[in-house]
């Protein structure tokens, strides 16, 4: 059975084109599937009986099942997402007074082990399907239902779940698509960001098939420490990484990236190290955002003081940039940035390599 959640619109009318329908049903599938959030054809009133019933034998829609639910005392939800043969993965929806934003993840793991990640330490299993990326969108939507106004809660959408969204790339831009799309859920680039760990070669495909809002997780300012931190570095350093920004910034729906930099104490949060990232992005309009540290078992790492961020973010904006500092959501059900791990069964066998085990 195909499941219509895979399909973007373009493919969705290829597929009715397939299957001897007018193509322009696809449209309406669509509004169906993901403005309504309809999983049974027979809902679908205004399509033809005959056209139902073909569906009905050779389709579905089937988005992934949740598992658990976790509930913040600050509004945060978190999803644990069953992706099958024993993995999940981790959906969160931030509510603030002006948007709600629905974090994806796009891989179940992820295979670019940043130090101070926790779902990089979980090793990598696979990439998610378009079905399983948007069914985290589709769900959210079900389950968070509308504002007293009837408008959908969820706002914007941020792919910096599970995994690096870039090396998932042909199932992150058919969602994409999908999230962009009138006939489906409508949202504007601005409000769509991807996050990347800095895959150079991806950042110039996403910029001319799907240039939504991108953010980068940076969080060192020279490439010896960034090579421990953030390890694709030593395949793409820094000045690499830089160009490939400002070539962004050419077609990016935002005049600015995001720079995305965890604050680790003693480790990256000093003023010299400020003074350092001054330098190395001056030539790159952008906007710092600091995250503090959140702790997960083992990491090695504890969180910069608070008097070490403020006097950090004043050396930024002193040199003219525009700085915030993330508010810790959802720490108490380990919903917050860098927290979150799933259930991975880890096909790269990275724990073993880290205990000294012989493969």
């Not at 139902?52 to 089937?62: D, G, H, M, S, W």
């Not at 994806?104 to 979980?122: E, K």
């Not at 009837?150 to 969204?165: A, K, L, Q």
Request: net charge neutral; aromatic share 6%.
């Amino acid at each position: 059975m195909i499941n219509l959640l895979d399909f973007d619109l373009p493919g969705l009318t290829r597929y009715f084109a397939e299957i001897g329908e007018k193509p322009f049903r696809a449209k309406q599938v669509l509004r169906w599937i993901h403005q309504k959030g309809a999983s049974d054809f027979e809902q679908m009133t205004d399509l033809a009986k005959s056209l139902r019933e073909n569906l009905t034998q050779r389709a579905e829609i089937v988005a992934p099942k949740i598992r658990d639910e976790f509930r913040s005392d600050d509004g945060t939800v978190k999803w644990l997402i069953d992706t099958g043969a024993g993995n999940a993965v981790e959906t969160v929806f931030i509510p603030e007074d002006d948007r709600g934003t629905l974090c994806v993840s796009s891989q179940v793991g992820c295979a670019l082990a940043c130090t101070f990640c926790s779902t990089g330490r979980q090793g990598f299993n696979r990439n998610l399907s378009v079905s399983e990326i948007i069914g985290q969108l589709w769900l959210a939507n079900k389950a968070l239902g509308r504002d007293p106004k009837g408008e959908r809660i969820i706002s914007n959408v941020v792919m910096m779940g599970m995994g690096e969204p870039l090396t998932n790339f042909d199932n992150v831009v058919t969602a994409l698509n999908i999230m962009l799309d009138d006939h489906a859920y409508g949202l504007s680039r601005r409000r769509v960001t991807v996050s990347t760990s800095g895959v150079v070669p991806a950042m110039d495909r996403l910029a001319a098939a799907c240039p939504v809002a991108l953010a980068v997780s940076l969080h060192a300012p020279n490439d010896a420490l960034r090579d421990v931190l953030v390890p694709i570095n030593q395949k793409y350093p820094l000045a690499e990484l830089m160009a490939a920004c400002q070539r962004y910034l050419e077609v990016a729906p935002r005049d600015f990236i995001t720079f995305e930099y965890v604050m680790l104490d003693g480790v990256n949060d000093s003023l010299s190290h400020a003074a350092q990232l001054i330098a190395l992005t001056r030539d790159v309009p952008c906007k710092f955002n600091l995250i503090p540290f959140n702790p997960f078992p083992d990491s090695g790492y504890a969180r910069s003081k608070p008097e070490a961020i403020r006097r950090f973010r004043e050396a930024l904006q002193e040199a003219g940039y525009v700085v915030t500092t993330r508010k810790t959501r959802g720490d108490d059900i380990d919903a917050a940035c860098g927290q979150l791990a799933g259930q991975v069964h880890d096909k790269t066998k990275r724990k073993l390599h880290k205990e000294g085990v012989t493969l």
